[in-house]
C-alpha cells in the first residue's frame, strides 16, 4: 500500500509540474504495488534519484529566473 499510495502522489505532482518521465514511473510504481508485485521496481525506484535533481535545478533556474 505504500508504494502505490506514495508513487500516485508523486504521480499527481509530476503531472502539474509536467515531468512527464517521473509520472510514467511513478504509474508504473503504483500498478505494482496495487498488484503487489514489485518484480522490476528496482531501477524504475533507481532512476527517480538522477530524475528528480534534474528536475529540481530546472525549477530553481526557473525560480532564479524569476525574481
Known amino acids: 500500500v505504500q508504494v502505490r499510495a506514495?508513487?500516485?502522489s508523486l504521480k499527481g505532482t509530476a503531472g502539474n509540474l509536467g515531468a512527464r518521465r517521473l509520472a510514467a514511473i511513478c504509474a508504473d510504481l503504483e500498478k505494482k504495488g496495487r498488484d503487489a508485485n514489485l518484480d522490476g521496481a528496482a531501477p524504475l525506484v533507481e532512476e527517480l534519484g538522477p530524475l528528480l535533481g534534474?528536475?529540481?535545478a530546472s525549477l530553481e533556474a526557473v525560480m532564479k529566473g524569476q525574481s
Do not use: S
Request: charged fraction near 15%.
Open 54 to 56: 534534474r528536475i529540481c
Open 6 to 8: 506514495a508513487a500516485h
